[in-house]
């Protein structure tokens, strides 16, 4: 396999330095409510400054479908950015053409320039050549360090990136080289937890997991969906039965590649799906029609605690049960303690993403606990299904590399 090239690897001096990032930041009101995808992007920005480049921040913001929305402008970004960085960040209107190249023109060494939102042309989301000239005719060199947007092919992502010499940011790197640490070249045995509700969101992830990791769970409402098609009655709970077949198919893949399917043993069940209702703990062959599954009993936890302790690498994405609703983040939370523990104790390499099990870690209180959360959706979930990840590839491709 190619390695991505690093940023940290050239030298930058008096060079305009192109760098996609993810400021697709919440706002309320006009300003930036949650500044975490600004802090991410603070190490590459300042180790390109400190080198004495000039940097050339692009981004994308919300979804105005190649239309100037005055209201998606990437304007109130620059001041808090300014504020993080300690110095001015320069906004200029226009992403790419005579004000953009002039404002390019205009930089010196050190300087932090933002132009306005790539998706604010059409030519963006279409990848378009000749949106991709424009933007390499602003800089010299091209990183990437928005992981989030790297599942997507567009100019900013890829197109551009075919025509500079490009390099991966540092938070770029950080996620990659925590994935490849999880996923292709894991130190053994790898356990997975997958959990979530429907298993017809995450074929493709099951797929490639079972075929790549010694052991995997499933738990939450998917779970259900596998263990109908191992003929357990779930009652009321939620159950895709129409994927019996493509149920039964991950488990005889689980057969052949030798991965260990575990599913839970005991589970938590309810008549109604509320906060605080009343519960009944069973064996998984023991729920009522009346019944739901709405979380996994002890006896599952405590059989994942042991899988866990012989395991070296972990991987998570969903949560083991409904754990929005009390009771039911119970076995979630337990799970991630227990992984938690695992990571300080003895250095399980622990790697977890997903927009929902990001919430249930943080619920969990183990956030920090983790080697490594990501927040990056839908290209994580790409890479944890083994896709190719176009605006990753193109950082291996011998194109665009410096001569
Ligand atoms: P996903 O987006 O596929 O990861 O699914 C996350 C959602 O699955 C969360 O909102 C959970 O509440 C839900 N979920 C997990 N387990 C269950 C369950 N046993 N029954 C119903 N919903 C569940």
Not at 181 to 195: D, F, K, S, W
Not at 280 to 286: G, P
Request: net charge negative; proline share 5%.
């Amino acid at each position: 396999m190619r390695e991505i090239r690093r940023i940290q690897d050239v030298d930058v001096a008096g060079k305009r330095v192109l760098v996609r990032v993810d400021f697709n930041v919440p706002m309320k009101d006009g300003k930036v409510s949650d500044a975490t995808r600004l802090v991410s992007a603070i190490p590459t920005i300042e180790l390109l400054t400190g080198k004495g480049a000039r940097v050339i921040l692009i981004a994308h913001f919300g979804r105005p479908k190649g239309q100037h929305v005055p209201e998606m402008s990437l304007e109130p970004v620059a001041q808090p950015l300014a504020d993080l960085l300690g110095v001015p960040v320069d906004f200029c209107m226009e992403t790419v053409g005579e004000e953009a190249m002039a404002a390019a023109a205009d930089m010196a060494d050190g300087d932090v320039l933002l132009l306005e939102n790539t998706r604010f042309h059409p030519g963006e989301e279409a990848n378009d050549p000749a949106l991709a000239r424009q933007l390499a005719d602003l800089a010299d060199l091209y990183v990437n360090d928005a992981f989030s947007a790297a599942h997507r092919a567009h100019t900013s992502t890829e197109g551009v990136a075919q025509l500079l010499p490009s390099y991966a940011g540092l938070a770029m790197q950080r996620e990659i080289d925590h994935l490849v640490a999880a996923l292709e070249a894991p130190q053994r045995p790898v356990i997975a937890l997958v959990g979530g509700a429907k298993v017809s969101t995450k074929l493709d992830l099951l797929n490639n997991l079972v075929k790549k990791v010694d052991i995997l769970f499933v738990g939450g409402g998917m779970a259900n969906t596998l263990l109908n098609a191992q003929g357990v009655k779930v009652g009321k709970s939620l159950c895709e039965k129409d994927l019996v077949d493509t149920a039964r198919a991950i488990i005889a893949t689980a057969e052949e590649t030798g991965c260990k399917l575990m599913l839970p043993s005991d589970v938590v069940v309810a008549k109604e799906f509320r906060p605080n209702p009343e519960t009944r703990l069973t064996a998984v062959t023991d729920v009522a029609e009346d019944e739901m599954i709405l979380d996994c009993g002890p006896a599952t936890v405590v059989a994942l605690a042991m899988a866990m302790e012989d395991a070296k690498t972990l991987i998570w994405n969903g949560p083991l049960g409904a754990f929005e609703t009390p009771p039911f983040e119970t076995a979630t939370v337990a799970a991630a303690q227990q992984a938690a523990r695992a990571v300080k104790e003895r250095g399980l390499v622990a790697v977890a993403g997903g927009g929902d099990t990001v919430a249930a870690l943080n619920q969990a209180g183990v956030s920090n606990d983790f080697s490594f959360i990501s927040t990056a959706g839908g290209a994580f979930l790409e890479w944890m299904e083994g896709k190719a990840l176009p605006g990753v590839g193109v950082l291996k491709q011998a194109r665009g590399v410096a001569a």
